[in-house]
Nanobody
Framework: QVQLVESGGGLVQPGGSLRLSCAAS????????MGWYRQVPQSERELVATITIRGAIKYADSLKGRITISRDNAKKTVYLQMNSLKPEDTAVYYC?????????WGQGSQVTVSA
């Protein structure tokens, strides 16, 4: 089993920045991918960004240029830096961990972009 603990969500004004963190613990292997998805009510959960343990990154096309994903393998933690935030970025952001066996999800962090 893998446990994911997220932090860093909250309320931010349009144009502001926010950094999300997600620490993984438990049965961590050496072939995992970590990342972030987001979801708004009545919509599918959508990709934000993922990063493999070797550093290969995938970004949602709609978010490229405004977000940066990174990870610290020693700390088993993934980060999401979000800049120039817009009201449409308001969503619950979920940390994601995937290995060869299973996908795991964090509890979700609310990000609200509002004046």
């Amino acid at each position: 089993q893998v446990q994911l603990v997220e932090s860093g969500g909250g309320l931010v004004q349009p144009g502001g920045s926010l950094r999300l963190s997600c620490a993984a613990s438990g049965n961590i292997d050496n072939y995992n991918t970590m990342g972030w998805y987001r979801q708004v009510p009545q919509s599918e959960r959508e990709l934000v960004a993922t990063i493999t343990i070797r550093g290969a990154i995938k970004y949602a096309d709609s978010l490229k240029g405004r977000i940066t994903i990174s990870r610290d393998n020693a700390k088993k933690t993934v980060y999401l830096q979000m800049n120039s935030l817009k009201p449409e970025d308001t969503a619950v952001y979920y940390c994601y961990y995937s290995n060869s066996h299973k996908n795991y999800w964090g509890q979700g962090s609310q990000v609200t972009v509002s004046a």
